[in-house]
Nanobody, 119 residues
Framework: QVQLVESGGGLVQPGGSLRLSCAAS????????MGWYRQAAGKERELVAR???????NYVDSVKGRFTISGDNAKNTVYLQMNSLKPEDTADYYC?????????????WGQGTQVTVSS
């Protein structure tokens, strides 16, 4: 069983920055991707950014140019650097991983970390 531990959320003023971290622990044979989703109050969960095992990335249009996802393969950790934050970025952010183990593929979620952008 893989566990995801997130950190780095908090309260920040518009235009500010935050860095989210997500560390995966447990038995992992291979990671397909790690990523971040977010869910604002009253809205559906949406994919924010994802990084694949080959290093390729994709982002939702609303964060392109402001957010950067990166990974540390040795630590099974993914980061989300969020710059130029806007009030509409306020949401609970969830880490997500797809990995292989024992010939099967699994998807796990973190517990979520809250990001509030407000003056």
């Amino acid at each position: 069983q893989v566990q995801l531990v997130e950190s780095g959320g908090g309260l920040v003023q518009p235009g500010g920055s935050l860095r989210l971290s997500c560390a995966a622990s447990g038995t992992i044979f291979s990671i397909n991707y790690m990523g971040w989703y977010r869910q604002a109050a009253g809205k559906e969960r949406e994919l924010v950014a994802r990084i694949y095992s080959d290093g390729s990335t994709n982002y939702v249009d609303s964060v392109k140019g402001r957010f950067t996802i990166s990974g540390d393969n040795a630590k099974n950790t993914v980061y989300l650097q969020m710059n130029s934050l806007k009030p509409e970025d306020t949401a609970d952010y969830y880490c997500n991983i797809k990995y292989g183990w024992g010939g099967f593929q699994y998807v796990n979620w973190g517990q979520g970390t809250q990001v509030t952008v407000s003056s």
